[in-house]
């Protein structure tokens, strides 16, 4: 397969096709159990000025698995390597004004616009968890993917100096002396020039997991001409409290548990369950509220409305109408005169009136005073008046 692959390769040469970066990460240009001890390629020049075509080549190094990468100088801050493996072409690279990198299962090897190099082995975590990464130096990187592409951010002092996201399947940054490079599925490889100590970049902290989305209230559901319900979240997580506003039953709270199983119904009657940290506020009203809290004593409540009641049911039964009154009130002081059902007596004064009989006209019942003898009367518990069916005449 990696014959096909390179003959692949020279076949693309031949027809006039730069294989950069890319190609080498299938494979192409290292092999998969190269050395494993980091270093970086500094040949001295050879063949100078062989193909003046391809630019001047300036030097020819041998990688750590044994590819030759031959470099040539195009022009200032470009740079050009010519990869071969056991004398076949495998892969081309071009560093124009940055860095450019190839991967060979974890090898890799980078070349700068000014024509240096860097190639080591095995400080790669291929397909890296986003998080927060140290390097072998203490270099504190943070990995994280934002619309499909990773990308990388240097945290100093605890804050992160802003992420640079790939626009290429493989990208080369330094940070400080660390040279890293990221691959397309978040594969991450640090190494520091002239440092005895390389690693993997290693995973320090995760990122915090997303906060769940906030449970929100359903919708107000009409179950009659004024009589409406809404579900909402409870203060305690999975819980949910179904409102229902009434017209004339009055607001009912139910807490129900994650299965929908009522655990406590407040209601006009029974408006407040401090057990549960539930109470409704204007239980007698037609805009009342739920409150919610989780602890007891002071810890303030967290209020809800109730859902609104429709058009035409604003009425608040809390304070009903009083029904009209059938008695015309008395009128102020003593005017001579009483009304009965309508009906219109005269009462005589003075020394007349002890004694005098009172009659309505018509078949009604006549209320008869005694006066001042009624008085004594009644004093004696004999009664205070009588009653005496009209005959007709008087007599």
């Known amino acids: 397969m990696r014959t096909a692959l390179r003959t692949a390769i020279a076949t693309a040469l031949v027809a006039g096709v730069a294989i950069t970066a890319p190609a080498l990460a299938a494979g192409a240009a290292f092999a998969a159990d190269g050395p494993v001890a980091a270093a970086t390629a500094q040949a001295k020049p050879t063949d100078a000025g062989a193909d003046a075509s391809k630019g001047t080549l300036v030097r020819t190094e041998t990688l750590l698995n044994g590819t030759v990468a031959k470099i040539y100088k195009v022009k200032d801050l470009s740079y050009r390597a010519e990869l071969f493996y056991q004398g076949n072409p495998v892969g081309v690279l071009e560093a124009t004004t940055r860095s450019v ?158 299965a929908g199983k009522p655990i406590v119904v407040l209601d006009r009657d029974h408006a407040a369950d401090l057990g549960q940290g539930l109470t409704i506020k204007g239980a007698n009203t037609t805009t009342p509220k739920l409150g919610q809290r989780t602890q007891g004593g002071d810890t303030p409540y967290a209020w809800t409305a109730f859902p609104k009641l429709p058009k035409g049911c604003e009425k608040d039964t809390a304070t009903p109408t009083p029904a009209p009154s059938t008695t015309t009130p008395a009128p102020a002081g003593n005017t001579g005169t009483t009304t009965n059902n309508g009906q219109t007596s005269v009462i005589p004064k003075g020394g007349v009136a002890a004694g005098a009989e009172l009659s309505a006209e018509g078949d009604s019942t006549a209320l008869i005073a005694a006066g001042a003898g009624a008085a004594s009367l009644a004093a004696a518990g004999l009664g205070f008046v009588v009653l005496r069916r009209r005959s007709g005449a008087r007599g």
């Open 101 to 258: 990198a190839g991967n060979d299962n974890g090898e890799f090897f980078v070349l700068n616009p000014d024509g240096t190099t860097y190639n080591w082995d095995r400080n790669y975590v291929p397909g890296a968890t986003s998080g927060i990464y140290r390097l072998a130096d203490g270099t504190l990187m943070e990995l994280a993917k934002k619309d499909g592409r990773y990308g990388l951010q240097l945290i100093e002092n605890g804050k992160g100096r802003g992420f640079t996201y790939l626009n290429a399947p493989r990208q080369v940054w330094t940070y400080g002396k660390a040279v890293v490079v990221l691959e397309q599925d978040g594969g991450f490889a640090a190494y520091i020039p002239g440092s005895a100590r390389q690693a993997a970049p290693k995973l320090v902290e995760k990122p915090a997991p997303a906060p769940a989305p906030a449970p929100t209230p359903g919708p107000v559901v009409t179950l009659g001409e004024c009589t409406v319900q809404q579900v909402i979240p409870s203060v305690f997580a999975q819980l949910t409290v179904t409102l229902t506003n009434d017209l004339e039953k009055g607001p009912k709270a139910v807490l129900n548990d994650e």
